[in-house]
């Protein structure tokens, strides 16, 4: 919660090129932590309904269906954000969060692969 903080008050003190640059970031971030996940969680069991492929495993299908939505919300993002200063910085801030919420599915699912 206190990354979070920090992040809200660091990106309230940007700059207009800088808060670009961040935005920018932040959609780099989730596309590696989508990555990561979608390779930590392939061939396992799936919890998440919406992307259960046959036999309840992650595979295929549901790593399209989970890169596709990423993309259209990045996609969306890069058509409507230019030119709209004051919301880029509330994107970076959903973008870094939705990011490091995707990264700690990775590193669970990591991890009980062991």
């Not at 596309?31 to 392939?42: K, L």
């Not at 954000?81 to 910085?89: A, E, T, V």
């Not at 599915?105 to 062991?114: C, G, K, M, P, S």
Request: charged fraction near 15%.
């Amino acid at each position: 919660m206190k990354k979070l903080i920090l992040l809200v008050v660091f990106t309230s003190l940007c700059s207009q090129a800088e808060e670009r640059k961040l935005w920018k970031l932040s959609i780099a971030a989730v596309a590696v932590s989508t990555a990561a996940d979608v390779h930590s969680s392939y061939g396992m069991r799936e919890l998440n309904p919406l992307l259960r492929g046959p036999g309840g495993r992650f595979g295929v299908q549901s790593a399209l269906l989970k890169a596709g939505a990423v993309g259209v919300l990045l996609l969306g993002q890069k058509l409507f954000l230019p030119g709209r200063s004051g919301r880029m910085k509330s994107w970076s801030a959903l973008n870094f969060s939705m990011a490091a919420t995707t990264g700690a599915f990775a590193v669970h699912n990591y991890a009980i692969r062991r």
